[in-house]
């Protein structure tokens, strides 16, 4: 019998545990701190064991894998401890892709943009008639999935540290959507590690599978050119280049398909805006064309899904208007590209833009010449903002320090504003400073929103 130790008792730590259990497996789940109550309800109900306030880990030198939650960092006393012990260490998407059987395993991964995509491609997938749901790093975790709700499509976003742990799953689709400076504090602050980590996307794919590629990420391509040849098939996308398989030109959406022929999409439609969001639909529409789904995008099915499809929570969501204020909720923004992404899409000098949390090796400097050309005021939200005033301060643009939301939404009271202007959450860093995490900190800013405008 397999012994399992799962390391947090999270969203992935606890459905493994439940799906090693499922399977037949003698399980432990171990937790540093104080599980939630639900938590342990479930764990009780489900006949697990279970350890909490610390990691004593009886009869490690028996069991037969560690499952590790993506939040544990690899330096962790307690991973070193496993690793002493010659214990293999697994990510919850490899534990739980072992019990997928026959479906089909899609995996999204990217600095950027891969919740969308990962959405997007569910519900494009559904929209063709097909049995998909999206799940991982998304929130909803593919051991969840496997344990309690099987599906025959698996649109996994695949974060960095949950690839870090994967060595034998078979993504049949998987797509790269670019590389840019993040979570550098765990890869020893080097952009090439942290790349590396994100190329095991496409580790063990055949020949028969497909991989997905943007053609104007350099880092891609620098990626493509150090690391061994890939077996699968590719398809790639492009906002500029008009060889790849999918391109935008002057608000159409260009695909080259399975049979020949090419077919349209006109972005201009959608909700979604942005030529980043543009290139996530593009690479969402190449997975359909990678299963064989070619007629979707051709017919009108995908399009009239488009039209419908009005984004996620937490990404440049709109939250309300006040005396002509517009409100976005862009707190998924947890590093300097997605916040660059925001403030190219709003208006010069309107912008009034709240900055900060854990950061993460954040170079501001990316984003310096964007924030003296879309700012009138900055808001640091966060427990230490030196490092934002050392990047920001030379600007003649006015900056507010504050430590809760409703001292963020109280600066509206202290600056002038005028219709038009846009206050906007895109803090390019971690939430975990001040809450308990993105979705937490974009909640309380659509709260503070709901208290102005009172809807």
Request: charged share 20%; glycine share 8%; aromatic share 8%.
């Amino acid at each position: 019998m397999d012994y399992i130790i799962v390391l947090g008792g999270g969203e992935s730590g606890l459905w493994s545990a439940l799906l090693a259990k499922q399977q037949g497996a003698r399980v432990l789940l171990s937790d540093s701190g104080t599980l939630l109550t639900e938590t342990r309800d479930l764990l009780i109900k489900n006949d697990v064991p279970y350890e909490e306030g610390g990691h004593t880990l009886p009869d490690l030198e028996h069991a037969t894998a560690v499952i590790k939650s993506p939040g544990i960092p690899d330096t962790a006393p307690v991973v070193r401890r496993c690793e002493e012990a010659g214990i293999p260490i697994l990510s919850e998407p490899e534990y739980a892709a072992r019990f997928v059987g026959d479906s089909t395993l899609i995996g999204i991964t990217g600095s950027n943009g891969k919740t969308t995509t990962t959405t997007l491609t569910a519900y494009l997938l559904r929209a063709c008639g097909l049995d998909a749901i999206a799940c991982g790093n998304i929130g909803t975790s593919l051991a969840r999935c496997v344990a309690s709700d099987p599906h025959r499509y698996y649109v996994i976003e695949l974060s960095s540290f949950q690839l870090d742990h994967m060595y034998h799953t078979r993504l049949h689709v998987a797509a790269l959507l670019n590389v840019t400076p993040d979570h550098l504090d765990r890869y020893e602050h080097s952009l090439d590690k942290y790349a590396d980590a994100k190329w095991r996307v496409f580790q063990n794919q055949t020949p028969g599978d497909l991989h997905i590629l943007n053609l104007d990420d350099p880092i891609s391509r620098q990626l493509v050119e150090r690391s061994p040849a890939l077996h699968s098939q590719e398809l790639t996308f492009s906002l500029e280049d008009e060889s790849a398989t999918a391109y935008y030109r002057d608000g159409v959406l260009h695909f080259r398909l399975n049979s020949g022929s090419t077919a349209t999409i006109d972005y201009s439609r959608m909700q979604l805006k942005g030529e980043h969001n543009a290139a996530n639909v593009m690479a969402a529409c190449l997975v359909l064309r990678a299963l064989g789904a070619d007629q979707s995008l051709s017919d009108g099915t995908v399009q009239k899904a488009l039209d419908h499809f009005a984004g996620i929570p937490h990404r440049m969501e709109p939250a309300g208007a006040w005396h002509g204020i517009t409100f976005i909720n862009d707190s998924k923004a947890t590093n300097i590209d997605a916040t660059h992404y925001a403030l190219g899409a709003m208006k010069d000098h309107r912008t009034i833009l709240i900055l900060g949390g854990t950061d993460k090796g954040n170079d501001y400097a990316q984003i310096l010449p964007l924030v003296q050309q879309k700012c009138k005021a900055l808001i640091y939200l966060t427990t230490d903002s030196q490092k934002l005033h050392a990047a920001f301060d030379a600007l003649p643009i006015p900056a507010y320090d504050v430590r809760s939301m409703t001292d963020a939404f109280g600066v509206l009271d202290r600056i002038k504003t005028e219709e038009g202007d846009t206050f906007l959450l895109s803090p390019a860093c971690a939430s975990f400073d001040l809450f308990h995490n993105y979705e937490h900190r974009g909640d309380c800013f659509k709260a503070e929103a709901k208290k102005r405008t009172g809807k």
